[in-house]
């Protein structure tokens, strides 16, 4: 499956973006997905999934401020993200894994930077 993320930008402190991510074939009931980040210098780390059921999870460092929705018609996954601080600055990357295989794919990523 081919994911293509789109929706970051620069926010100032406090503000609010949602970031999109469309998959290229149908999703539901066959793919968790969700979304990782990677800050700058840092590695790669999970942000919030989401289970073809709707179940969700959710770093501890989002929980309360970061939603994930997806919308199996339009195979897409959604992050709304609340009360953004400078340290969610970072690069964006949607995810999907087939439960079938469990092999993963993800997406391009896209830059989310918080500052005044």
């Known amino acids: 499956v081919q994911l293509v993320e789109s929706g970051g930008g620069l926010v100032q402190p406090g503000g609010s973006l949602r970031l999109d991510c469309v998959a290229s074939e149908i999703i539901h009931g066959i793919y968790f997905m969700g979304w990782y980040r990677q800050p700058p210098g840092k590695q790669r780390e999970f942000v919030a999934k989401?289970?073809?059921?709707?179940?969700?999870n959710y770093a501890d460092s989002v929980s309360g401020r970061f939603i994930v929705r997806r919308d199996n018609d339009a195979s897409a996954i959604y992050l709304h993200m609340y009360s953004l601080k400078p340290e969610d600055t970072a690069v964006y990357y949607c995810?999907?894994?087939?439960?079938?295989?469990?092999?993963?794919?993800w997406g391009q990523g896209t830059q989310v930077t918080v500052e005044s």
């Open positions: 989401i289970t073809p059921h709707g179940v969700t």
């Open positions: 995810y999907a894994e087939d439960f079938r295989d469990r092999s993963t794919s």
